[in-house]
């Protein structure tokens, strides 16, 4: 098993830019292929990006946004640049052992989330 925790989360004007970082505890991090998700309220928890040995991204957030993995470090990471109004929400990142996927039963572990929330 994994232990997620994600950070970063803030309050950004639209048009600025985030960082977010999802640390794992474990030994087989480097075994697992990793995604992001985000929830707003009142709204169903949907893909953003995920990472194995390529990447994928949701179409609202392609070209903007940029997964990336750092093994030594236990870390996956979500640069989002020149983010909306429309990015408020609730970030995850989620771990799975499985083949990357963009269904969020797919996955088996996730963190806590980290709240993003961007001004008009």
């Known amino acids: 098993q994994v232990q997620l925790v994600e950070s970063g989360g803030g309050l950004v004007q639209g048009g600025g830019s985030l960082r977010l970082s999802c640390a794992a505890s474990?030994?087989?991090?480097?075994?697992?292929?990793m995604g992001w998700f985000r929830q707003a309220p009142g709204k169903e928890r949907v893909f953003v990006a995920a990472?194995?040995?390529?990447?994928a991204y949701a179409s609202s957030v392609k070209g903007r946004f940029t997964i990336s993995r750092d093994n030594a470090k236990n870390t996956v990471y979500l640069q989002m640049n020149n983010l909306k109004p429309e990015d408020t929400a609730v970030y995850y990142c989620?771990?799975?052992?499985?083949?990357?996927?963009?269904?969020?039963?797919?996955?088996?572990?996730w963190g806590q989330g980290t709240q993003v929330t961007v001004s008009s």
């Open positions: 990472i194995s040995w390529y990447t």
């Open positions: 474990g030994r087989t991090f480097r075994n697992y292929n």
């Open positions: 989620a771990a799975t052992l499985r083949t990357m996927s963009t269904m969020r039963d797919e996955y088996d572990y």
